[in-house]
């Protein structure tokens, strides 16, 4: 099922616009996390989200908690949008506003219901699973979602109404081309996964998994 064409979805560039479904269905099925948009009473509220695409279902599963900012506005308005985005090299040229990112994008537009069937909730987390980690296998590497993990989760269904493709990319030779992290040297966020070092945790979850942490070690 082809998703149709809206005025939302129009891009002003039409010149990188890409029509090609498929390239729209392998951004949306292979790429691993999203930007998600709501909003009430005129406000947005955007969060970054892991999310799986069914072509068979013509639709996106997002999930979380029960409580939230943005699945409390999908009870009011089920309207949503999601972004997911792809950057390559920045390209250099001798004029600065020649300079460009290659990138590419998916911008989707689509209505939300809440996915209660607990098979069909326990098969669509698996496949999420399994979209970020090809390379393990359930009950070898790790066991399944419980029915009580399930219970404490909401998954959505966003059936697709329209979407759009955008690349930004040509055969044209650059002067030279980078990669931000490559140049960017010291200038970086503090993060826990660059094995930065905090003389103490930034978070309250932090803190209490050193405390749990001390406790196995005793």
Not at 28 to 54: G, H, K, M, W
Not at 141 to 147: G, K, L, N, V, W
Not at 152 to 175: A, F, R
Request: glycine share 4%.
């Amino acid at each position: 099922m082809a998703a149709s064409s809206s005025e939302f979805t129009k891009i002003r560039r039409k010149d990188r616009e890409v029509e090609d479904e498929s390239w729209i269905k392998d951004i949306l099925r292979y790429e691993p996390y999203c930007t998600v948009a709501t909003v009430t009473d005129n406000q947005p509220f955007i969060r970054p989200s892991a999310f799986y695409y069914s072509e068979s279902a013509h639709s996106i599963y997002i999930h979380g908690a029960h409580k939230g900012r943005n699945f409390d506005n999908l009870k009011t308005n089920p309207e949503i949008c999601l972004c997911v985005y792809v950057v390559g090299k920045m390209r250099g040229h001798q004029r600065a506003f020649e300079f460009f990112l290659e990138q590419a994008g998916v911008i989707v537009f689509g209505k939300t219901t809440i996915l209660n069937d607990d098979a069909r909730k326990h098969e669509v987390m698996q496949l999420l699973f399994q979209k970020h980690t090809p390379h393990l296998e359930v009950y070898t590497d790790y066991q399944p979602a419980s029915q009580s993990e399930m219970d404490q989760t909401t998954i959505y269904e966003i059936k697709i109404d329209s979407w759009s493709g955008k690349l930004k990319w040509t055969d044209d030779e650059p002067l030279f081309r980078f990669n931000y992290e490559d140049v960017r040297g010291k200038n970086r966020a503090k993060l826990p996964w660059n094995k930065d070092k905090f003389e103490q945790p930034l978070t309250t979850e932090w803190r209490k998994s050193i405390k749990k942490n001390n406790r196995s070690d005793d």
